[in-house]
């Protein structure tokens, strides 16, 4: 299951990839494109995986538009199967699918998500306090999204600030932990009785408004995670769909959740000096993300697997799969199937300097095309607090 501040790009235009396979199951690597997004002109596109549903054949995620060095807008969220990148309209970022991927959620109008090729309503949305729906559960059967709740302010005006809730199939208020005033589902379980919460407080730091973060587990009330490090902000990611395993990172290491041993430091390869966890496997088996040395030139995407530890993800490619990943340097691993035989994530391609979304997964092959556009990278890194902006490969100007 599944989840940038800018420095020079060099433009490249991309020419057609077309990839075939003639076998049904071999393991293919597949560049994901744009589809028929469009970017404005003067502006470049790229887009983004996020999650990946149980088999890996459906991926989900975001595109978007910038001038190679910011994002300028997220443009449309998108919908990948076997090849084919479908828009998802009125809705900006698919963060959610599935397990059989007939149902997408993520940030859309109101309190729209999208099942079986249409967009429907959750019912939920009223004016004042809104109504979203952000995440599904992998058997589609629970929705989570987020609602306005009402605070006086220091001049006793009320502000609103949003909070986490299950929108379906009836409404329940997640809330926050104790002292925090805002949060935010980011993942559920399969069947929906888990859920992995980010609760937030604003405080001011040197006269600024900062979000501190703290990670929850939810299964009909919060639990605090606690943290691995003194760096008083705790991404949480995801949980598992058996809901026994919760992943995130805490300062510069990443760290994974079980009851039995709580907060544990997630390993890394040799050599790493920071890293983050992206994607959990159906049993927490399996953790994906991103490490990198003392600077963004050396982020490349890891596996972390509880029988061996962590390894380069793809050298991992490379030598286990057999795939042939000439050229390519793979940046980041954002999700991986609930079996683990299935990735997507962010990656140079040979020969660019700006970076695309890819999956490795087992299936049909089709023809995959890569649109002739400047693709930068847009996923969050594993040196800041995720943001908007962009990446250049190691030598680009």
């Known amino acids: 299951m599944h989840f940038r501040r800018p420095d020079a790009l060099s433009a490249f235009f991309a020419t057609l990839l077309f990839l075939t396979a003639t076998a049904a199951d071999a393991t293919l690597f597949q560049p994901l494109g744009i589809g028929s997004f469009v970017p404005s002109p003067g502006q470049s596109a790229g887009s983004v995986p996020t999650d ?7 991926v989900v995620g975001w595109v978007y538009e910038g001038d190679g ?20 309209p009125q809705c900006s970022i698919a963060s959610s699918v599935s397990a059989d991927g007939s149902i997408v959620a993520g940030s859309c109008n109101e309190d729209l998500y999208w099942r079986d090729g249409q967009l429907v309503s959750a019912g939920i949305w009223v004016p004042g306090t809104g109504g979203s729906v952000e995440i599904v559960s992998g058997n589609g059967a629970v929705l989570f999204g987020a609602r306005t709740a009402l605070f006086p302010n220091d001049i006793n005006e009320q502000i609103g600030l949003s909070q986490a809730i299950v929108a379906s199939p009836s409404e329940v208020a ?33 006269g600024e408004e900062h979000d501190e973060l703290h990670a929850a587990r939810w299964n009909g009330s919060l639990t605090d995670l606690g943290s691995i490090v003194s760096n008083p902000d705790v991404f949480v990611i995801d949980v598992s769909s058996d809901g026994t395993t919760l ?6 290491k990443p760290w994974r959740w079980t009851q039995a041993d709580g907060m544990v430091a997630v390993d890394f390869p040799e050599g790493g000096n920071v890293a983050n966890a992206r994607g959990v496997n159906e049993d927490g088996s399996i953790i994906v993300g991103a490490w990198s040395g003392r600077d963004i030139e050396t982020q490349r995407a890891y596996i972390w697997t509880e029988a061996d530890g962590s390894r380069d993800l793809q050298e991992y490619f490379e030598n286990d799969l057999g795939l042939d990943l ?72």
């Not at 807008?73 to 084919?84: I, K, M, P, T």
């Open 174 to 206: 997640i809330g926050t932990l104790p002292g925090d005033k805002m949060s935010l589902v980011v993942g559920a379980s399969f069947d929906g009785s888990v859920a992995a919460v980010s609760s937030r407080v604003q405080q001011l730091v040197f």
């Open 247 to 252: 992943i995130g990172f805490n300062g510069r």
């Open 69 to 88: 060095f910011e994002i300028a807008s997220q443009g449309s969220a998108f919908r990948w199967e076997d090849g084919d990148m479908s828009a998802i």
């Open 326 to 397: 000439e050229g390519w340097h793979l940046l980041e691993a954002n999700a991986v199937s609930d079996d683990g035989t299935a990735f997507a994530g962010i990656g140079f391609a040979p020969d660019s300097t700006v970076a695309t979304g890819w999956v490795v997964s087992d299936g049909c092959a089709l023809q995959i095309e890569v649109s002739a556009l400047e693709v930068p990278y847009a996923a969050a890194p594993v040196h800041s607090n995720p943001a908007p902006g962009v990446y250049s490969k190691p030598g680009g100007t």
């Open 52 to 58: 990946i549903s149980a088999d890996g054949s459906v």
